[in-house]
């Protein structure tokens, strides 16, 4: 799930307003100036992250991503929304294990928050279950 997210976060971009005047990256910026932050792009720094546009489930190690922002900002929802996707992953894999995609995905065509519109799957075979053979499902 964390690389997921590392990879493809659902929010690519937020702004936040400067407080006072400060240098940014060699540019100045005014106080009350908005400054874009682009999430999706931080997690694929290269001098962060060794083999940044690779999606490797077992990376290990490396900094965490920002997909649910850092600081003040960090998002409250966060722990809800790791233990939704963990569970809804289990419970696919264990009833559904020969879930698998069954044609393109459909993106969503926006900057800001990102995601499928279509993912068309296909549930595969039903496993046999040990002392059910010749009982319907």
Sequence with gaps: MEEA?????????????????LELAGKPVAKGQLV???????NRDPEVYDRPDTFDVMRDGGPGHLAFSSGIHYCLGQSLARLEAAVALRVLAERMPG??????VQRRNATTIRGPLR????????????GTAGRPP
């Design 5 to 21: 997210l590392r990879w493809d976060p659902p929010v690519q971009r937020t702004g936040r307003f400067a407080l006072e005047p």
């Design 36 to 42: 874009v932050t682009l999430i999706g792009a931080a």
């Design 99 to 104: 879930l698998a995609r069954d044609g393109a």
């Design 119 to 130: 993912l068309p799957v296909t549930a595969g075979p039903a496993p046999a279950r040990a």
